[in-house]
């Protein structure tokens, strides 16, 4: 089983700043999984954030937020951040950490495991 724990969460004023981490463990978690974060609002679906490969060279954004956040990937390959910068209130939602073998899956939104998630609140 894979474990993925989300943390970093909290309220920010509009144009603040934000980190956000995930740490797996597990004893079937690989180091080489695809992570990713994906976000959902009230009333709204499930989307994908921005996702990275293993070795961290390889970087994915949705439009909504390329340029404002950074995802990086801890040194020991089982944590992954999302430095958030520039928050407006339409990010505001449970932010979701996601890991897979397969990045197909992971930008697909349908990865393997799943953490519970952690709450971003933007205030205007």
């Known amino acids: 089983q894979v474990q993925l724990v989300e943390s970093g969460g909290g309220l920010v004023q509009a144009g603040g700043s934000l980190r956000l981490s995930c740490a797996a463990s597990?004893?079937?978690?690989?180091?080489?999984?695809?992570m990713g974060w994906f976000r959902q609002a009230p009333g709204k679906e499930r989307e994908f954030v921005a996702a990275?490969?293993?070795?961290?060279?390889?970087?994915y954004y949705s439009d909504s937020v390329k340029g404002r956040f950074t995802i990086s990937r801890g040194n020991a390959r089982n944590t992954v951040h999302l430095q958030m910068n520039s928050l407006r209130p339409e990010d505001t939602a449970v932010y979701y950490c996601?890991?897979?073998?397969?990045?197909?899956?992971?930008?697909?939104?349908?990865?393997?495991?799943w953490g519970q998630g952690t709450q971003v609140t933007v205030s205007s």
């Open positions: 996601a890991a897979d073998g397969s990045q197909q899956l992971v930008l697909a939104g349908t990865a393997d495991y």
């Open positions: 990275i490969n293993w070795s961290g060279d390889s970087t």
């Open positions: 597990g004893r079937t978690f690989s180091r080489r999984y695809v």
